[in-house]
Nanobody, 125 residues
Framework: QLQLEESGGGLVQPGGSLRLSCAAA????????IAWYRQAPGKEREGVSC????????TYSSSGKGRFTVSKDHDKNVAYLHVNSLEPGDTAIYYC??????????????????WGQGTPVTVSS
């Protein structure tokens, strides 16, 4: 059973950057597409980026395009989300998700097989 664990969240000032990690256990990420979602207080969960099984294609939502970069390291069995130029509106719990499927152009997965527990990101001065 694939298990995912996010880390790297925290408090950051506007304009700052973070690298979020998604470590996998019980399975190999080279067989999974990985998507990053976020859920802000009082809002629905939204996908922000997705990277293909092979790691050679990534897609982004309008929220993530231009400021977020998703990647995978199959040797370390970890996926990453680099988030730059953070804004208060990026404050949310960030989750990674996995499924053996194709990413959607909207920066998410058509369905999720495995979720992590989330890592909180707070953007505030």
């Amino acid at each position: 059973q694939l298990q995912l664990e996010e880390s790297g969240g925290g408090l950051v000032q506007p304009g700052g950057s973070l690298r979020l990690s998604c470590a996998a256990a019980g399975g190999n990420l080279e067989y999974y597409a990985i998507a990053w979602y976020r859920q802000a207080p009082g809002k629905e969960r939204e996908g922000v980026s997705c990277i293909s099984v092979d790691g050679d294609k990534s897609t982004y939502s309008s929220s993530g395009k231009g400021r977020f970069t998703v990647s995978k390291d199959h040797d370390k069995n970890v996926a990453y989300l680099h988030v730059n130029s953070l804004e208060p509106g990026d404050t949310a719990i960030y989750y990674c998700a996995a499924r053996r499927t194709l990413c959607r152009d909207s920066g998410d997965l058509p369905a999720v097989g495995h979720w992590g527990q989330g890592t909180p990101v707070t953007v505030s001065s």
